[in-house]
């Protein structure tokens, strides 16, 4: 399997088994990463096998929830964020592709909900959750919007104790540059809801 293959099925898993998109959405997408990376690579990638894929993917999730605990750990790790964002700390998920992607949904989400309610932020992004997925945890960056050090150690504990409380297991060394790790997090954040809808 070729380089951008290899690339292209691992972000068909990552669209379906992230569970923030509806299967009109992961279409979509797909149809777009074929458009640009058919360009690219030629004969080299594989539409068909992708489409494919993607039929597989969405199978055997609907599999897999069938066994899933009623509250999963991404339950929980929402149930964690809505009591921060009920603190004053702006929370986003699934924040761009990068950390540095992160900074910029912070700072729309805060445009958005008004920063005037928040003091502080934390987020993860899709590469993190690419290893949550791969059984790695699942890192969070959080922060000060002043970046003060004092205020954002505050945030960080803050953090700790809405995981601990929502029933996680999280690990932080206590240093507000750090970000906090969930090791034993597993990754099983249901289909949407608007799934089905989407297919009607």
Same mark, same amino acid.
């Given at each position: 399997m ?11 898993r990552y ?12 279409? $979509? ?14 004969? $080299? ?5 992708l ?8 199978a ?52 958005? !909900? *008004? ?10 992004? *899709?590469?993190?959750? $690419?290893?949550?997925?791969? *059984? ?6 959080? *922060?000060d ?5 004092? !205020? ?33 997090l597993?990754w099983? !954040? ?11």
């Open positions: 070729n380089d951008v293959t290899t690339y292209s099925a691992e972000r068909v669209w379906v088994w992230s569970g923030f998109y509806t299967a009109s959405e992961v279409e $979509e997408l797909l149809a777009q990463l074929i458009e640009h990376e058919g360009s690219e690579a030629g004969a $080299e990638l594989n539409a068909a096998e489409w494919a894929q993607l039929d597989q993917e969405w055997a999730k609907s599999a897999a929830e069938a066994d899933w605990p009623d509250r999963t750990d991404c339950d929980r790790l929402d149930e964690a964020f809505d009591q921060l964002e009920s603190e004053g700390i702006c929370c986003v998920h699934n924040a761009g592709h990068s950390v540095s992607d992160g900074f910029t949904e912070v700072a729309e989400a805060l445009h958005e !909900r *008004g920063s005037e309610n928040f003091y502080g932020y934390c987020f993860y992004s *899709g590469h993190e959750i $690419e290893h949550a997925l791969d *059984g790695a945890g699942l890192w969070l960056t959080f *922060g919007l002043n970046d003060n050090a004092e !205020r954002a150690y505050a945030v960080g504990r803050k953090v700790l104790s809405a995981l601990v409380d929502a029933g996680l297991e999280p690990e932080w060394d206590g240093k507000p540059q750090s970000r906090v790790w969930l090791p034993e597993t099983q !954040r249901w289909t949407r809801r608007d799934f089905f809808a989407a297919e009607m």
